[in-house]
């Protein structure tokens, strides 16, 4: 279907062109300017779409009515790593009400940078040029200008804003070929160096991960593959970043690394797995057997107390529930505990992700180590699996705020190939082969949408 031009005279965009250019003659270009006007309800996934500029953004938080999509970028950050993002610190400063920087930051900035994440940066931050944002009952388009733009870059990106694509439907065309990055007889070399690590008591916790690499005859439409995860992952936070049109993260997360709201702060310690199942007898006894796990409590605690510990310094009260609970997914379960915080006006957003990331859900205790048995054992770059991403900016308010999702359940679209990611917690007692079971299940939900479940689950 041809895309349909959502400019024409009386339509959203031009109306938005004509409010900024009332609003830009009182500007004094010295702070990010944002205008925005409510337009129908559409959805932000299927806009983005069918957008041509690059980058775009797509992100729906865990629970979220709303959700947001963005296209072209009024500026850019790149930083070497969450240390050393100065630059963002002092952007966040210059933020309007309402203006939300898209955030993603590779999973160890260290780490030597694949050929296929080159494009994605190590720690970036984008604010878009043009921004969609619908609860799918109303929806503002909003422009932003970078300081001392003029007002041209805005009204030729408005000019050139499309139609949303129609709905995702139909199968997927299926792989034509898979390759496991590590292969089996690797990944039982992995544990077993991991598990002589702990008896001599370098390491007490590492996460190790797997790569799972499609190819296929066509391009993979990394929007339409969201769509279909939307559908079948509830209760995840979903995102999608591509830097320049051609590769894509994509994530169906469960796991919040931090929301922050003016003062207040809730993460969560989320680590211990078991799979669901159809029939609720069987459930419940998955259910019982997760929590009364020693092994899967154990590689709970070690995240539960290092994001404590990481919080202490920075917050005036931190709150963790007494008991771990289950947090119940479509297809899984894992224990979760749910942790809060005050912090101090003098706390920002990016103090608390220096804090946090690597939580030992996706690392490891003590953090150092595990990082570099990680670096070491895995035959793949993380990229920005496993790293933060979401949003940081300023609520309506004005108040600070920031929504980040663990990049987890996630795959890399680049062209014709699909790498999908996830891993699992690997303490003293882990066995190779439920390992490798857990995190075969746990890339299932992109298989199923790919049609490929009876291949993977076998
Ligand atoms: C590292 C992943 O999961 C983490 C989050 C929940 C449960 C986990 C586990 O039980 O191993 C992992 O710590 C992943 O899915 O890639």
Do not use: N
């Amino acid at each position: 279907m041809p895309a349909t031009p959502l400019a024409p005279a009386s339509a959203p965009a031009l109306r938005l062109a004509k409010a900024l250019d009332r609003v830009v003659r009182g500007w004094s270009g010295r702070c990010v300017l944002r205008v925005e006007t409510p337009v129908d309800p559409v959805d932000p996934l299927r806009w983005v779409a069918r957008q041509k500029g690059a980058p775009v953004h797509y992100w729906r938080g865990r629970g979220d009515d709303e959700a947001r999509a963005g296209v072209g970028a009024a500026l850019t950050i790149d930083a070497r790593s969450l240390t050393d993002a100065d630059a963002v610190d002092d952007l966040m400063g210059s933020l309007p009400a309402g203006a939300r920087l898209f955030a993603t930051a590779r999973f160890d900035a260290a780490a030597e940078v694949g050929e296929e994440w080159a494009a994605f940066g190590a720690v970036r931050v984008v604010l878009p040029r043009v921004e969609l944002r619908s609860d799918g009952r109303t929806a503002r388009l909003a422009v932003h200008l970078a300081p001392g733009e003029s007002p041209t870059v805005a009204h030729a990106a408005l000019a050139a804003l499309c139609g949303p694509a129609p709905e995702a439907e139909g199968e997927l065309a299926l792989p034509y070929m898979r390759r496991d990055d590590p292969a089996r007889a690797e990944w039982d070399r992995m544990l077993r160096w991991s598990l002589a690590a702990f008896e001599d008591g370098d390491l007490e916790k590492v996460v190790l991960a797997r790569r799972a690499r499609f190819s296929f005859e066509e391009p993979v439409d990394a929007a339409g593959l969201l769509q279909r995860l939307e559908a079948a992952t509830p209760r995840c936070y979903h995102a999608l970043t591509s830097p320049d049109g051609e590769s894509a993260f994509l994530t169906a997360t469960p796991e919040r690394l931090v929301r922050i709201d003016g003062r207040e702060l809730s993460t969560e310690a989320v680590a211990g797995t078991r799979p669901r199942s159809e029939t609720d007898a069987a459930d419940d006894a998955l259910r019982a057997e997760l929590m009364a796990s020693e092994k899967d409590r154990r590689e709970h605690v070690y995240v539960r107390d290092a994001i404590a510990d990481a919080l202490a310094p920075l917050a005036e009260r931190v709150e963790v529930d007494s008991e771990a609970g289950a947090m119940t997914l479509a297809r899984g379960r894992h224990l979760h505990t749910g942790i809060r915080a005050t912090l101090p006006a003098s706390t920002g957003v990016l103090d608390v992700l220096r804090a946090l990331h690597p939580t030992p859900a996706v690392g490891g205790t003590p953090t150092p180590e595990a990082l570099d048995a990680i670096d070491r054992l895995e035959p793949f770059d993380r990229g920005l699996y496993a790293g933060p991403i979401g949003w940081i900016g300023r609520d309506e308010r004005g108040r600070e705020a920031a929504d980040l999702a663990v990049g987890i359940r996630s795959g890399l679209v680049d062209g014709r190939t699909l790498s999908l990611y996830s891993g699992a917690g690997i303490v003293a007692g882990s066995d190779p082969a439920s390992e490798w079971a857990e995190i075969e299940h746990k890339i299932g939900d992109f298989a199923r949408v790919l049609g490929l479940d009876a291949r993977v689950e076998a």
